[in-house]
């Protein structure tokens, strides 16, 4: 079974300084993990993904992420963060091993609040 | 910009009707996903769909929901009887064929709100 953990359900940032919003996930073989944003009333929007190669990976509005497979996790950055970022984020994983059926699992969210 | 069409954006009903959402997905993708988010469960995935095929819908209460795709632009996600407890905003998500497929990126609609009293 895959499954994906966000332990924080709300990260406050002020403007200007970096954010960070945590993700660790589990899978059986290795892992396609994905960053998507949800403003509100929206449905949700691709930030991101890591398939292979670079464990470093950048996205749209700056964003970036980084694998780490020995902690399993895979926690969403940016190193300014503006007021426009404030959104709710999921981290979703697909298990390549059993394909799960490209059934995609998102974690519970993360709101992100980024103040003036 | 290609986009997964919802219909109704919100829907408002008393409990025992019939409630029925529909999906357009992109144009070419071939894979077909019906979402349930609420602020208890958050996203919950109910059913999906490859080359109009149901492949998994375990997360779906069979008793009561059923989704079918009667063509390839065209998902349906029906409630019947519909419930309270059924009140939440559901997402229709397509994503493209491809020998990665399952490293696609899913597309999602606005959703739909459905309000069930």
């Known amino acids: 079974a895959q499954s994906v953990a966000q332990p924080e359900d709300q990260v406050n940032v002020a403007e200007g300084n970096p954010l960070t919003v945590k993700c660790t996930y589990s899978?059986?073989?290795?892992?396609?993990l994905f960053w998507y944003v949800q403003y509100p009333n929206r449905g949700l929007q691709f930030l991101l993904k890591?398939?292979?190669?670079?464990?470093l990976v950048k996205g749209s509005y700056g964003f970036e992420a980084e694998f780490n497979k020995s902690q399993t996790s895979f926690h969403l950055k940016k190193p300014s963060a503006l007021v426009s970022d404030s959104a709710l984020y999921f981290c979703?994983?697909?298990?390549?091993?059993?394909?799960?059926?490209?059934?995609?699992?998102f974690g519970t969210g993360t709101q992100l609040k980024v103040e003036l | 910009d290609a986009r997964v069409t919802q219909t109704p954006r919100h829907k408002v009903t008393e409990m025992g009707q019939e409630v029925t959402m529909r999906c357009q997905p992109i144009?070419?993708?071939?894979?077909v996903f019906w979402y349930r988010q609420t602020m208890m469960q958050g996203l919950e995935l109910l059913a999906y769909?490859?080359?109009?095929?149901?492949?998994?819908d375990s997360g779906m209460p069979k008793d009561r929901f059923s989704a079918e795709m009667p063509d390839a632009t065209l998902a349906t996600l029906k409630i019947q009887p519909s419930e309270p407890r059924d009140s939440a905003v559901y997402f229709c998500?397509?994503?493209?064929?491809?020998?990665?497929?399952?490293?696609?990126?899913?597309?999602f609609g606005a959703g739909s709100r459905l309000t069930v009293l």
């Open positions: 979703a994983v697909r298990d390549i091993l059993t394909g799960g059926g490209n059934k995609l699992t």
């Open positions: 769909f490859r080359n109009r095929a149901p492949l998994d």
């Open positions: 890591y398939i292979t190669g670079d464990n």
């Open positions: 998500a397509s994503g493209s064929p491809g020998t990665l497929s399952g490293a696609n990126v899913l597309t």
């Open positions: 899978v059986s073989g290795n892992p396609y």
């Open positions: 144009l070419g993708h071939n894979t």
